[in-house]
T-cell receptor, first 116, second 110 residues
Framework: GAVVSQHPSWVICKSGTSVKIECRSLDFQATTMFWYRQFPKQSLMLMATSNEGSKATYEQGVEKDKFLINHASLTLSTLTVTSAHPEDSSFYIC????????????FGPGTRLLVL | SQQGEEDPQALSIQEGENATMNCSYKTSINNLQWYRQNSGRGLVHLILIRSNEREKHSGRLRVTLDTSKKSSSLLITASRAADTASYFCATDAQNNDMRFGAGTRLTVKP
């Protein structure tokens, strides 16, 4: 089946630095990708919809200047956490729709971010 | 914002027993999907049920959908220790925008 990869799988950084997370669809093209954040013991929260060739659509309450999304190609979307703070520490997951009718979401393995 | 709400929040059963998890949602949907997430891992798609379907089976999984009540249930029969995970329902309303519930944490004791 379709495969989505994320890189890195985990990252530790100092407060104030920026961190870039890549999401790739390995064997299919994705004009749309989704970014989620999951805090410990909580549900996935949709952060934004990444659109190839246009601006990302952010969910209410998600700072677009804080979480920069670039959908550079049909197989790559990047999420950059700018000036990261400890409260940004979380598990970030991307997904891309594929399959018949684009109904099935294929999720990346996630990136665990720890900001010290 | 979240769309689905699963209950119970946590469920602990013995191996071999059946596990039933419920999901309720608020708005009209195109389809509803169930996912499993093992601790610290990404999500795995389990089953999709369309709004015009009422029941669907996949191996030991049985999903029902009641659009009049805006609810769905996931039944895992003859549970195994390996079924221990968090289970999420997700609704697909429009533009493939997925909304997840808080999940049910299932523990299957050997």
């Amino acid at each position: 089946g379709a495969v989505v990869s994320q890189h890195p799988s985990w990252v530790i950084c100092k407060s104030g630095t920026s961190v870039k997370i890549e999401c790739r669809s390995l064997d299919f093209q994705a004009t749309t990708m989704f970014w989620y954040r999951q805090f410990p013991k909580q549900s996935l929260m949709l952060m934004a919809t990444s659109n190839e060739g246009s601006k990302a659509t952010y969910e209410q309450g998600v700072e677009k200047d804080k979480f920069l999304i670039n959908h550079a190609s049909l197989t790559l979307s990047t999420l950059t956490v700018t000036s990261a703070h400890p409260e940004d520490s979380s598990f970030y997951i991307c997904s891309a729709p594929s399959g018949q009718g684009q109904e099935t979401q294929y999720f990346g393995p996630g990136t665990r971010l720890l900001v010290l | 914002s979240q769309q689905g709400e699963e209950d119970p929040q946590a469920l602990s059963i013995q191996e071999g027993e059946n596990a039933t998890m419920n999901c309720s949602y608020k708005t009209s949907i195109n389809n509803l999907q169930w996912y499993r997430q093992n601790s610290g891992r990404g999500l795995v798609h389990l089953i999709l049920i369309r709004s015009n379907e009422r029941e669907k089976h996949s191996g030991r999984l049985r999903v029902t959908l009641d659009t009049s009540k805006k609810s769905s249930s996931l039944l895992i029969t003859a549970s195994r220790a390996a079924d221990t995970a968090s289970y999420f329902c997700a609704t697909d309303a429009q533009n493939n925008d997925m909304r997840f519930g808080a999940g049910t944490r299932l523990t299957v004791k050997p």
